[in-house]
């Protein structure tokens, strides 16, 4: 008779066994393999379910390849400077070094409970200055490769949070930490140039093994776009407005053109009659956010009073404002096609602007146009020489065309703006630079990083456009590492992105004071093989850490430019209708009281079973009970079989390679909810075919818990000890399964009459058809009352018996 489960004692047991005696060694012999979550923010809500379902991904996959011969590297860090730890800091009344401390380690506790095979030897803190002083070095570096650069410029600014925030940090209009509407304020910014990185970052998507929607987001992100900048005269003036387009093919139906509310000539281009009006309109576009202003449904536009003059048929076309233009992307300013697009056929119409297609299907104009012909094909009508072109070609030719004429030239363009570094915020890494009246920005020398965050006792935001760093006169005032006149310091501080886009690289070699990292040690263990988390951080992380990786790849730190070779989002798991688990909505599902209830194993498996991995699912505490009770089964199964010490049979021996090519292939597909339910499958036929037999043959059994070791680890070490085995679980190898023994000897068909299913046979695969015919009529007995016109056989499938 089995010992029952008991999951405390024996997650009791190997989690002391396994402190003593690590599972992962690096024995200088076997193939490294780097698998890596996305680290956490120290968050003061500690963690909950859904946090642990992209633990367990990485740690069943970490733990696998481990069985398939590797050495892992599969560190655990912590993403602890930034705007969410210094919130939580100014929320619970206490400073965010001694905040952010206390939430490490309640959230170290609960991934312990996990017992994923994190090597904490290897563990980093961006909060570290051992670990800030490379990302300053970084920083330097760039600074000196003129990538990092100041900038007075309009940028969007949140105002609970008091800091300016990048493009990427906005969400529909709403800064992404707090959830305030986000406002703009002219700052002077630091900036990184990623810009100068656009078409590697683009063009090498190409060789990841990412999902595509990832690779689409980052591409459309980057929005790369090839057309022609052409040259306005403005009417009136001695001046020319540049607009950018992608389609010089419709200039002959633009018959408007709109600028951004910031563009240099917005208010030179007002006239008497419309001054009032157009600072009205300005001034009301700046308390708007880029993305609010790309999705407001509804256009809006001020007419400047002045005229534009169309460089392609001379005539005159009135300049608007509107705030669907922005400034930073091309020129700030466009002409509009209206028959052609939907947003300038819905702004024409509204303002009564005339509408002229240019290019139609079949070359047949369209009479009282209700909307805009976007179809890509057409030929070119009222177009003067163009007329009669096919819109695809002219699109192709159009930009030589206007450079040959005079009144523009072919470009490109990229959506990707440069990156807005400078935080105006203390919980964050300063960045090194001193500012000199004589030699202007000057880095700190190397040698003297890492630039220390001073002690402050107040260190709430100001709100005005300063860091608090600002107000420590001791700190701020130094001298000029170049000419040693009087100097300041720059008191914004980094972004919280400025850690994690190189983090990943530290781990290897995380005490090294030399060197960012060895190179001994980057060739040994980098880059990373498999990068799991979030499809949130599709653009802002990832883009970032692939511009970092490319940058120290050009300088010599590494030898590879892509910092993640495979990547794996997983969905969310949410609460009840599908709403996200936080907090103030009362819907956080702690994983502590699961673990004491049905202990680790048991959670790591239901954190699987839950469904597909990449997909969001709905959490229900009740599901639980049914993984408990495979493992209580499972456990049952092995141990009674131990026991009884039974002889395989043929069944066993097919029921034993079926289960290792099913778990195998669809672990290998990341089908890991159907790996779960795969187990509960094969253990059922087990538990029926012991029934007859008295038990399962210690080999399958063995097997078997060699296959659910990385997915419920105390289990499959405690079963795998009863079995008899003195080494431990975690030193076997993955098994392998065996065509030939997966053939089935006996296969059920179908017998019909007249194409009607009667009955059904067990054969022989190695049965002739005549044998085959022969076992089927003497089935279907009495049922055969005609006479037999024709006898079907499909090998495998069906006998069709045809009668009259």
């Given at each position: ?62 733990r696998y390849k481990m069985l398939k011969g590797y050495y892992l590297i599969h560190p655990m860090g912590w993403d602890a400077f ?448 498999m990068y799991i988390g979030g499809v949130e951080h599709a653009v802002l992380h990832l883009l970032y850490s692939r511009f970092y ?174 079995l008899g085995h003195t080494d431990g679980v975690f030193e076997q190898k993955w098994p392998e399964y065996d065509e030939a023994a ?63």
């Open positions: 008779m089995s010992v029952p489960y008991n999951h405390k004692e024996v997650e009791k047991k190997w989690r002391t066994y396994w402190e003593e005696h690590p599972v992962n060694v690096d024995d200088g012999k076997k193939p490294k393999y780097y698998c890596l979550d996305m680290f956490p923010y120290p968050s003061g809500n500690g963690l909950h379910v859904g946090h642990w379902r992209g633990y367990v991904i990485s740690d069943v996959w970490s930034g705007l969410p730890a210094e919130n939580y800091a100014i929320k619970m009344g206490v400073h965010p070094a001694k905040s952010t401390a206390a939430n490490i380690a309640n959230i170290k506790r609960q991934i312990n409970e996990i017992e994923a095979i994190y090597d904490w030897d290897m563990e980093v803190n961006t909060t570290d200055p051992e670990f800030y002083k490379w990302t300053q070095w970084i920083f330097v570096k760039m600074f000196k490769a003129g990538l990092a650069y100041e900038k007075e410029m309009p940028i969007n600014w949140c105002p609970s949070c008091k800091t300016g925030l990048a493009n990427e940090e906005v969400v529909n209009g709403t800064c992404e930490r707090c959830g305030a509407d986000v406002t703009k304020k002219n700052l002077k910014q630091w900036m990184l140039k990623i810009t100068e990185y656009a078409d590697r970052l683009l063009d090498d998507l190409d060789k990841l093994d990412w999902p595509e929607k990832v690779k689409k987001m980052q591409a459309d992100w980057i929005g790369k776009s090839y057309g022609a900048e052409v040259n306005f005269k403005v009417d009136g003036l001695d001046e020319e407005i540049t607009v950018y387009t992608t389609r010089p093919d419709t200039l002959h139906g633009a018959t408007f053109m709109v600028l951004a509310p910031e563009h240099k000539m917005a208010k030179e281009l007002a006239t008497e009659e419309t001054r009032e009006a157009v600072e009205k309109y300005i001034y009301e576009a700046s308390m708007k956010s880029n993305v609010d202003r790309l999705q407001d449904k509804e256009k809006t536009g001020v007419f400047t009073g002045s005229y534009a003059i169309n460089p392609i048929n001379g005539k005159k076309i009135p300049i608007w404002l509107s705030d669907y233009v922005l400034a930073d992307y091309g020129t700030g300013a466009i002409m509009c096609v209206p028959a052609h697009d939907d947003r300038d056929f819905e702004f024409a119409t509204k303002f009564n602007i005339p509408i002229i297609q240019v290019i139609a299907k079949d070359g047949k104009e369209i009479e009282n146009m209700t909307e805009a012909y976007t179809e890509a094909s057409g030929t070119m009508i009222n177009s003067g020489e163009w007329n009669g072109m096919e819109s695809a070609v002219l699109k192709k030719e159009a930009p030589v065309m206007i450079e040959k004429m005079g009144i523009g030239k072919k470009t490109t363009n990229y959506k990707l703006r440069d990156w807005v570094f400078s935080r105006q915020r203390y919980w964050g890494e300063p960045i090194p630079i001193v500012h000199c009246e004589h030699c202007g920005c000057v880095p700190v020398p190397e040698e003297e990083l890492p630039l220390l965050l001073p002690e402050v006792e107040s260190y709430q935001p100001t709100g005005t456009g300063e860091s608090p760093l600002a107000d420590i006169d001791e700190w701020v005032n130094t001298t000029c590492p170049k000419c040693g006149a009087k100097a300041k310091r720059e008191t914004n501080t980094m972004p919280q992105w400025a850690g994690s886009s190189w983090y990943f690289l530290r781990y290897v070699d995380n005490k090294n004071k030399e060197a960012l990292v060895s190179k001994e040690k980057a060739e040994k263990y980098l880059p990373v093989d990786t490319k940058f120290l790849h050009d300088i010599g730190v590494v030898d590879f430019d892509e910092p993640f070779v495979k990547l794996f989002n997983q969905g969310m798991i949410t609460g009840k209708n599908g709403i996200k688990m936080s907090k103030s909505k009362g819907n956080v599902v702690s994983p502590d009281d699961l673990v004491r209830d049905y202990g680790c194993d048991s959670l790591r498996l239901y954190e699987l079973f839950v469904g597909p991995p990449e997909l969001d699912s709905e959490w229900d505490d009740r599901g639980i009970d049914g993984v408990y009770r495979f493992l209580n089964r499972f456990w049952n199964l092995v141990q009674d079989s131990a026991d009884a010490n039974v002889a395989e049979t043929k069944e066993m021996v097919k029921l034993r390679n079926k289960m290792v090519y099913d778990i195998t292939t669809r672990l290998e597909s990341f089908s890991l909810n159907t790996v779960i339910s795969g187990f509960m499958e094969y253990n059922n036929k087990f538990i029926d075919l012991a029934k007859k037999t008295g038990g399962i043959d210690k080999e399958t059994m063995g097997t078997a818990v060699i296959l659910l070791a990385p997915f419920a680890p105390h289990v499959a070490a405690e079963l795998w000890e009863a997966m053939k089935d000897d006996e296969i059920e068909i179908a017998v019909q009459i007249n194409g009607k299913t009667k009955t059904t046979i067990e054969i022989s695969t190695e049965m002739e058809k005549d044998a085959v015919l022969t076992a089927a009529k003497a089935a279907l007995g009495d049922k055969l009352s005609g006479t037999i016109v024709k006898e079907i056989y499909v090998p495998g499938r069906i006998v069709n018996i045809v009668q009259k």
